[in-house]
């Protein structure tokens, strides 16, 4: 069966310190699999991601996991995805999950999670592709970074529409809907891809 619509997820490869982050995670993976649609990911068993994976395929939803090969076995390579692709570079990874989802969403995670995050956000500024990018923002945990962000606008090196293009919701349901509900994306994959 063709899924509905294909969720791409960055978080952390760690769980985070707090339980409400995994709880985040897992809500995400349900909703995901309960709307009969697919997970896109980095495909690795670890924290976060290994959470979100997961709750998806629990809830009856198709997960696609994308993973460099220099990461297979530190971030334990999910071979229960119903795709899962070992790619030769990050490069190949991140443009892959970009081409292969409909709409993005970060939740708690670290460094790589910021890099996925900032790099979906300047594509889609710059016109790569118009699908909704989203940060769930459980337990205030992206606070910091939206404070700085907003200090960035009023310093005048970003434009309020530019943070228009990101959407922050600290609900999963709340969020997700809101995504789904603003999928664009057609037509564009093929510029990503020449862009990347
Ligand atoms: P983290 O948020 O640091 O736990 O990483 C989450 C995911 O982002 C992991 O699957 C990382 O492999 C991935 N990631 C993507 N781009 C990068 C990058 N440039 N450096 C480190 N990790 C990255």
Not at 13 to 31: D, I, K, L
Not at 178 to 186: A, E, F, N, S
Request: proline share 4%; charged share 20%.
């Amino acid at each position: 069966m063709t899924p509905e619509f294909s969720m791409c997820v960055y978080c952390g490869s760690r769980p985070g310190e707090q339980p409400q982050f995994a709880a985040a995670a897992t809500a995400v993976g349900h909703w995901i699999g309960q709307r009969g649609g697919q997970l896109v990911y980095g495909g690795g068993r670890t924290g976060l991601m290994g959470t979100v994976a997961e709750a998806t395929r629990a809830a009856g939803g198709r997960v696609i996991g994308i993973i460099p090969k220099a990461l297979v076995d530190r971030e334990l390579a999910n071979t229960l995805c119903d795709e899962l692709h070992i790619v030769d570079t990050m490069h190949e990874r991140k443009a892959m999950m970009g081409e292969r989802a409909d709409a993005f969403v970060a939740l708690p995670g670290g460094i790589g999670t910021f890099e996925e995050l900032f790099e979906i956000w300047t594509w889609r500024q710059l016109g790569y592709h118009d699908k909704p990018v989203g940060i769930l923002n459980v337990e205030g945990y992206y606070d910091g970074l939206l404070g700085f962000l907003a200090h960035s606008v009023r310093a005048g090196f970003m434009g309020e529409w530019q943070m228009d293009l990101m959407h922050t919701l600290s609900e999963p349901e709340a969020l997700l809907n809101w995504l789904l509900d603003h999928r664009g994306g057609q037509g564009q994959s093929g510029l990503l891809a020449k862009n990347v």
